[in-house]
């Protein structure tokens, strides 16, 4: 267990539909990045943010928003769905913003019908 | 362009073998982090292992060592004494900073373990 939580674990929702992915890091990380897992497109960076503020920017759709709370836990907002967002979808988070390990959840797969 | 580059989409391996999985990357970069993740079958991401461009000696983690050849541009990842468990997909990846940092990723390389 990683201690990087993702909820839900599976999602399923039509085309056009918005859908909210969240990620709770492990305690005390700062960091937590997003990333998608398809198969045409492999491992995609999306967003990092360090203790609430947007870090880097990676292959994210304007689509697709993300942010983090207060609390460190983040968000991933997917709106206007397509057939092509499915795809497995991982939260990782970090210490530091410089910390090269990033501990990853057991991600979100989300199924666009 | 930024690039990462696993030539072998699949690999075999005997148990208890050493095993060197293949990790090329480009940029121009004088500043970046090499990583290797491991995927299992079960979907979950695992790091391994980093090496930062300015490390002047090679990673290592346990049984995975980096194999880091700057003037090539490769970062190849060495499992030694392979274990059934380590059947798993294998990312190399690559940090720069370019005002933000960035992330890409390798195609990945599938590794079978062979009993």
């Known amino acids: 267990d990683s201690g990087v939580t993702q909820t839900p674990k599976h999602l399923i929702t039509a085309t056009g539909q918005r859908v909210t992915l969240r990620c709770s890091p492990r305690s005390g990380d700062l960091s937590v990045y997003w990333y998608q897992q398809s198969l045409d497109q492999g491992l995609q960076f999306l967003i990092h943010?360090?203790?609430?503020?947007?870090?880097a920017k990676g292959n994210i759709l304007e689509r697709f928003s993300a942010q983090q709370f207060p609390d460190l836990h983040s968000e991933l907002n997917l709106s206007s769905l397509e057939l092509g967002d499915s795809a497995l979808y991982f939260c990782?988070?970090?210490?530091?913003?410089?910390?090269?390990?990033?501990?990853f959840g057991q991600g979100t797969r989300l199924t666009v019908v | 362009a930024q690039k990462i580059t696993q030539t072998q989409p699949g690999m075999f391996v005997q148990e208890k073998e050493a095993v060197t999985l293949d990790c090329t990357y480009d940029?121009?970069?004088?500043?970046?982090?090499l990583f290797w993740y491991k995927q299992p079958s079960s979907g979950e991401m695992i790091f391994l292992i980093y090496?930062?461009?300015?490390?002047?000696q090679n990673a290592t983690e346990g049984r995975y060592s980096l194999n880091f050849q700057k003037a090539r541009k490769s970062a190849n990842l060495v499992i030694s004494a392979s274990q059934l468990g380590d059947s798993a997909m294998y990312f190399c990846a690559m940090r720069e900073y370019l005002g933000t940092y960035k992330y890409i990723f390798g195609t990945g390389t599938r590794l079978k373990v062979l009993a």
């Open positions: 990782a988070s970090s210490p530091t913003g410089r910390a090269p390990e990033a501990f």
């Open positions: 940029t121009s970069d004088q500043s970046y982090g």
């Open positions: 090496q930062g461009s300015y490390d002047e």
């Open positions: 943010y360090y203790n609430g503020e947007e870090r």
